[in-house]
Nanobody, 128 residues
Framework: QVQLVESGGGSVQAGGSLRLSCAAK??????????MGWFRQTPGKEREGVAT????????YYADSVKGRFTISRDNAQKMLYLQMNSLKVEDTAMYYC???????????????????WGQGTQVTVSS
């Protein structure tokens, strides 16, 4: 079992930047064999994938709406996941969630993969 704890959310004006962090706290769970990702959700809408990353960080996947503005990265030694968000837009306002899924079954770490471990979320609010 793993506990994912997000931080770094807040309120910012459009055009600004935020950096989200996710700390993985686990016993025997192996961080470096998991796909990791960021997802977001606004009230009344389905949760959507924002960015995901492979276990060693060599492959990243982004939603079209954030390409060129957001960057996902990970530090396996520290069991940390990051999302650097630049040029924020009002439509980026959402609750952002950190998520994980084991890569041991093969495939890829794309946004469409079923992620099954979730954090509690951190709120990002972008004002005009």
């Amino acid at each position: 079992q793993v506990q994912l704890v997000e931080s770094g959310g807040g309120s910012v004006q459009a055009g600004g930047s935020l950096r989200l962090s996710c700390a993985a706290k686990a016993g025997t769970w192996t961080y470096s064999t998991n796909c990791m990702g960021w997802f977001r959700q606004t009230p009344g809408k389905e949760r959507e994938g924002v960015a995901t990353i492979s276990p060693e960080g060599g492959s990243t996947y982004y939603a079209d709406s954030v390409k060129g503005r957001f960057t996902i990265s990970r530090d396996n030694a520290q069991k940390m996941l990051y999302l650097q968000m630049n040029s924020l837009k009002v439509e980026d306002t959402a609750m952002y969630y950190c998520a994980a899924v084991s890569f041991l079954g093969g495939g890829d770490c794309s946004l469409g993969r079923l992620y099954n471990d979730w954090g509690q979320g951190t709120q990002v609010t972008v004002s005009s």
